[in-house]
Structure formats: structure tokens, C-alpha cells
């Protein structure tokens, strides 16, 4: 019984840690609806150009991903519900602040039906950078988002130069923007 237990805890670790899957593809269809035609991995998009786009803050905002050219951008696709997600944004959090002046991260909610609750989340987490809402072609433009979080590191150039499905560890995140502020 002893390993039993501890061969379930072992594997609710694993799947606690590696993402969220969305409950149905009925219930988010939209943010789903590409995957099937995804022909998008982690190493065709290595040094790709990372697709610009114009998004809606929670603020009202226009956020355009190319304005931030001469930074290096994490896009951190996440939703309230995540728990993978809710865990992992203090971390971005704490980048924010450790490199203000090399890295701008920019959250996209792909909440739907839960898009009401981003502005309470992000108060009460204390989030301090732009939270912006999805649309259906910034996941088709990304290659379709199977799993949140879903997280794409931009260089200075705009260049995609990683992508990482799950939680993160910080050290991953403080390592490559190391190396890419030279």
C-alpha cells in the first residue's frame, strides 16, 4: 500500500507541475482550434521571428509586442484557473523586478469564460507587468498553445529564441536572459 500511495503522489507531482490542459476542447475551443493543424515545435522556432501583434490590456490598452524591441520579452500565455500558472507567476514577477531594464514579460490570458476574474487575479497577486487578452490568431500565429502555461523568450531582436510548456523554474528563465543581455 506504502508504494502505491507514493506511485500516485509521485505522479500528481508530475502532472501539478507540467501544465494545465484545458477541461474540453467544446469549452475552449478557440484557444484549441489550431493544434490539430499545428506544425509548430520548440526547434523550428529557435531564431524565428516572433509574430507581432496589438493586444488589449486589462487596462484598455494597446499592447504591440514589436515596441518593445531592445528588451527581451517573455510571453507567458496562462489563465486564472491554472493552478501550474498561478504558481509560476510570482516568478515572472520577480524578473520583472530583478532586470526592469532588459526584460519586459507580457502575461495573455486565455481565460474565456473566466475573463471577468483577470483584473481581481492580477490585483491580488500583485502582478507588475502588462496582462494582455488573447485572440485566436496570436495562438494561431504561435503555433497553437496545447498547454498553459505556454511561455516563448524573444531576444532583443525579436527573435523566438525558446519555448517552454509548463511551469518553469526561475533559474531556466534568469540563466537565458543572462545570456541574452551579453
Not at 54 to 78: A, E, H, M, R
Not at 85 to 114: A, M, N, Y
Not at 123 to 149: F, H, L, M, R, S
Amino acid at each position: 500500500m506504502n508504494k502505491r500511495f507514493f506511485f500516485i503522489l509521485f505522479i500528481a507531482a508530475i502532472f501539478s507541475s507540467i501544465g494545465c490542459k484545458n477541461n474540453t476542447q467544446e469549452e475552449n475551443k478557440d484557444v484549441l482550434a489550431y493544434n490539430e493543424q499545428n506544425d509548430f515545435n520548440s526547434n523550428s522556432a529557435l531564431s524565428e521571428k516572433a509574430p507581432d501583434f496589438t493586444l488589449k490590456s486589462v487596462d484598455g490598452k494597446n499592447i504591440k509586442l514589436s515596441s518593445y524591441k531592445g528588451k527581451i520579452v517573455i510571453l507567458d500565455f496562462w489563465a486564472t484557473w491554472c493552478g501550474p500558472c498561478r504558481k509560476g507567476i510570482p516568478d515572472l514577477i520577480s524578473l520583472q523586478k530583478e532586470f526592469p531594464k532588459d526584460l519586459v514579460v507580457i502575461g495573455i490570458s486565455v481565460d474565456r469564460e473566466t475573463k471577468n476574474n483577470v483584473p481581481k487575479f492580477i490585483k491580488d497577486y500583485g502582478v507588475n507587468y502588462p496582462i494582455v487578452y488573447y485572440t485566436e490568431d496570436v495562438v494561431k500565429n504561435y503555433g497553437g498553445i496545447e498547454a498553459i502555461p505556454t511561455a516563448f523568450i524573444i531576444d532583443k531582436n525579436g527573435n523566438i529564441v525558446d519555448k517552454h510548456v509548463g511551469l518553469v523554474d526561475k533559474d531556466i528563465y534568469v540563466k537565458t536572459i543572462k545570456k541574452l543581455k551579453g
